[in-house]
């Protein structure tokens, strides 16, 4: 049976500020992370109370497989995902997030009220999103990607400098 349990309880944290906790997890499973493969998601949450309505989340070495379809040989392949360091804020109440949200480029998710617990599945589907290349290759495409000399360099590269004027 696949782990899907990504709930975290942080209600001791937001008794005291500036305490905080450590989670290691193996074999966490989501359904909306697609390609995901049978060995799931491993890596370590850190947690640190900011306040008694906040708290601050770091993930570290988030590791994971991904079924992926090459974007150039259309080969299908497992691909490998690290994301070294994501972090965000959870916050309690829904003022406290608009709030947060207006004054802090931080990612801002939401604490359960009723039990103070924070679920941590939709901030490592997204650090592991947000790693995503814009073209997906196999590693012998990637090999010839690499390969390829840069525009720039390229003897037969031109870049006008002229004005276009559009009529």
């Not at 696949?2 to 305490?19: C, N, P, S």
């Not at 499973?29 to 989340?57: A, R």
């Not at 691909?79 to 972090?87: F, H, I, K, L, N």
Request: glycine share 6%; hydrophobic share 35%; proline share 4%.
């Amino acid at each position: 049976m696949k782990d899907k349990a990504f709930i975290i309880k942080v209600g001791d944290l937001l008794q005291e500020t500036g305490r905080s906790d450590e989670v290691i997890f193996e074999n966490k499973w989501t359904d909306n992370l697609p390609g995901l493969t049978d060995e799931g998601i491993t890596g370590t949450i850190s947690m640190q109370s900011l306040s008694k309505d906040s708290v601050f989340v770091d993930l570290e070495n988030i590791n994971c497989e991904l079924n992926s379809v090459c974007d150039t040989c259309e080969a299908e392949f497992v691909r490998s995902v690290t994301v070294e360091d994501y972090s965000g804020k959870y916050v309690l109440g829904d003022e406290n997030i608009k709030l947060e949200q207006t004054h802090s480029e931080e990612e801002i998710f939401p604490i359960n009220s009723r039990d103070e617990t924070i679920n941590v599945e939709d901030m490592v589907i997204q650090a592991i999103r947000l790693g995503d290349p814009i073209a997906i290759h196999c590693p012998v495409c990637a090999q010839k990607v690499a390969e390829l000399p840069d525009e720039e360099e390229d003897p037969d590269y031109f870049e006008g400098n002229d004005n276009v004027i559009f009529r």
